[in-house]
């Protein structure tokens, strides 16, 4: 018998195996590509606090692999045994960290002139200090709600979602929201809506204006249109408003609801780059959602795909690909390849046969 | 624009070339047909005497002060409805009702409460602008995007920020409106108003005019509303409104 100790930087090696009794044991043998861990990373989820999942598995996983880095990410102790060309991986889930953002059991329901819509059921997410998670789904399958739920301006109909320890009651400026379009404010100017937020916070107007310029800056808007009025702005300069106005608040979580959706090509991928360059000088926690496997690859850390009728997680994908990402490179295409056909019906269902299933024929 | 001006003041020759025209061929006697050049000549004496003046400044102090409570009023009660579904079910009807009663209407009870006396006139003239003032501002407040108030909201915005940093701002162009119409009616009751009361003021020379049977009077006084009105209407709050709707983006 050979041991084979885990060696990825930060994971802690689980000790005491003799003495610890898995809660579940499953087996990824033959799973196939593109990624078996999932499957563990799946099952962990799974667990409750505490509990220990033993993995059957026939290759050796890397460190760069789906479970193990998710275990890294959260602290999870993990010990890997290698028995006869069989890799015996356990994991124990202990939270170390109060996560930066916690989604219990959330599910939203509205109450329509034509019933009742389930929004979305049932959803558990945790999100760690300094992640940059992207949602995708089909249009309608509950991801606006749910970013409007976790920037509490709605509350769910069942279920808690915590901010750094803190529920979640109601909207509060660590939690900003940048919106698809038409958020901005048209009767003030671009350094007056950049300085909204700060005005709000009674922040004398000295470091409001350093602050602003600051940021205006980051986000590459030319001083040239920080005192024109929005009407006067190309689309992607708005957006790059929008994003100062939000980051100008240092909020703990930067949450943004398809903010390059609306944007020609060229447009979207120079922000999508400066949201890239933004995000590894910050680290900031980002919740993005899109409706494009693309982006969500390119941008983020773990991409959480959402599936319709109700809205729930349907899979989830952690992406190792390096930084900066560039929307050609190869493994970006590869990944959104893997996980286009891995969620392809989801993707694909069109939104009539969705509303057929409540139609009542006569 | 000069092209625009020439047409008008040439229209406005001719029209009253034909009118003195008709005056010389004297159909009727001047005390019913009055003559271009007895208005202008009533209209510079009522300058000269100051009874025009004195007039005007009473019917502007009226309407300055009716129009003035009206728009404090008519805001607050407006900006409410607007956001409180409770007072928009309830004051909310009662203000579209009241809104379909011409002003003057409320004359007789306006007399009966207040006697023939300057109140009487100012509540006319509240009750005639009070209305569209609120309207305005109800209707700016219901047609604020839901968007920026979730987005000040999720930038921190308290109710009462939420009010003055957002929802009246962006109701703006719409309050502007209902002020327009507001002053409109205002002005239209006053000088219904004044018609029927003495009370010094323009509506009274104008019933003067007739009592004494001097339509030169008449359409003098005409003259002067008719150019207050536009005044008013034009050089001031088409203005501000040009100005709002700009800055909004809304051209
Ligand atoms: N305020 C609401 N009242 C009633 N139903 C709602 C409301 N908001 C959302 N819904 C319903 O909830 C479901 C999810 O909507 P949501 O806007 O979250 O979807 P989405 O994933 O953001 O879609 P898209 O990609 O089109 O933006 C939809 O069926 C929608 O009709
Ligand atoms: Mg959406």
């Not at chain 2, 921190?156 to 327009?180: D, H, N, R």
């Amino acid at each position: 018998m050979s041991k084979v100790v885990h060696k990825s930087g930060q994971t802690e090696e689980l000790k005491n195996l003799d003495k610890l009794k898995p809660n579940k044991i499953i087996d990824v043998r033959g799973a196939v590509c593109p990624h078996p861990l999932n499957l563990i990373r799946d099952s962990i989820i799974s667990l409750k606090d505490n509990e220990i999942l033993q993995a059957v598995c026939d290759h050796e996983p890397t460190a760069k692999e789906n479970a193990p880095r998710f275990c890294t990410r959260r602290g999870y102790p993990l010990q890997v045994i290698e028995q006869n060309g069989v890799w015996q991986i356990f994991i124990q889930k202990i939270e170390k960290t109060e996560p930066r953002l916690r989604v219990l059991n959330v599910s939203k329901v509205f109450k329509t002139n034509h019933g009742r819509v389930t929004a979305i059921d049932n959803v558990d997410l945790t999100i760690q200090e300094g992640e940059f998670v992207c949602i995708v789904g089909p249009s309608g399958c509950g991801k606006s709600t749910l970013l409007n739920l976790i920037a509490g301006l709605d509350k769910p109909t069942q279920g808690e979602i915590w901010s750094n320890g803190n529920r979640v009651t109601g909207p509060g400026s660590e939690r900003v929201v940048v919106f698809q379009e038409g958020a901005l404010f048209p009767w003030l100017t671009v350094m007056q809506n950049v300085e909204f937020g700060l005005k709000l916070r009674q922040v004398p107007l000295e470091i409001r204006r350093t602050l602003a310029l600051d940021y205006l800056k980051l986000v590459g808007l030319d001083e040239k249109f920080h005192n024109s009025f929005i009407h006067q702005l190309s689309g992607g300069m708005k957006q790059r408003v929008a994003l100062a106005r939000a980051l100008v608040m240092e909020p703990a979580i930067l949450l943004m609801d398809e903010p390059f959706a609306a944007l020609d090509v060229y447009t979207r991928e120079t922000l999508q780059e400066e949201l890239q360059n933004i995000w590894t000088e910050s680290h900031k926690t980002i919740v993005f959602v899109t409706h494009n496997v693309q982006e969500a690859i390119l941008l983020g850390d773990r991409v959480i795909v959402f599936a319709r009728n109700p809205g729930r997680i349907k899979a989830e994908y952690e992406i190792d690909i390096t930084r900066p990402r560039k929307i050609d490179h190869p493994e970006v295409f590869l990944n959104t390849k893997w996980i286009t056909d891995d969620i392809k019906e989801e993707l694909e269902e069109p939104a009539y046969k969705a509303d057929t299933r409540e139609v009542v024929y006569k | 624009m000069s092209k625009r001006l020439t047409k008008l003041i040439l229209f406005y020759l001719i029209l009253v070339g034909l009118w003195q025209g008709l005056a010389f061929l004297k159909l009727w006697p001047e005390y019913i047909f009055p003559t271009p050049l007895g208005v202008l000549k009533t209209l510079l004496t009522g300058f000269e005497d100051k009874t025009f003046i004195i007039g005007i400044l009473i019917s502007m102090k009226r309407i300055l002060i009716g129009y003035g409570l009206s728009i404090v009023v008519g805001l607050c009660v407006g900006l409410l409805i607007g956001r409180i579904k409770t007072l928009d079910e309830t004051v909310g009807s009662l203000v579209l009702g009241f809104q379909a009663l011409p002003s003057i209407c409320w004359l007789p009870l306006a007399l009966v409460w207040f006697g023939l006396s300057e109140s009487a006139m100012l509540a006319i003239v509240i009750l005639g602008s009070l209305f569209s003032i609120i309207i305005g501002a109800d209707t700016g407040v219901k047609n604020v995007p839901p968007i920026y108030i979730r987005a000040a909201r999720t930038m921190g915005a308290k109710e009462i920020q939420l009010y003055t940093k957002v929802i009246i701002p962006a109701a703006l162009p719409s309050i502007i409106s209902g002020f327009k119409q507001g002053w409109s009616f205002a002005w239209r009751s006053l000088m219904a108003a004044e018609l029927l009361y003495v009370g010094l003021g323009l509506g009274h020379l104008l019933m003067m005019g007739r009592e004494l049977n001097d339509m030169n009077q008449v359409i003098a006084v005409m003259i002067v509303i008719i150019i207050i009105g536009i005044v008013v209407d034009r050089l001031i709050f088409a203005k501000i409104e040009n100005k709002v709707r700009e800055r909004w983006g809304l051209t």
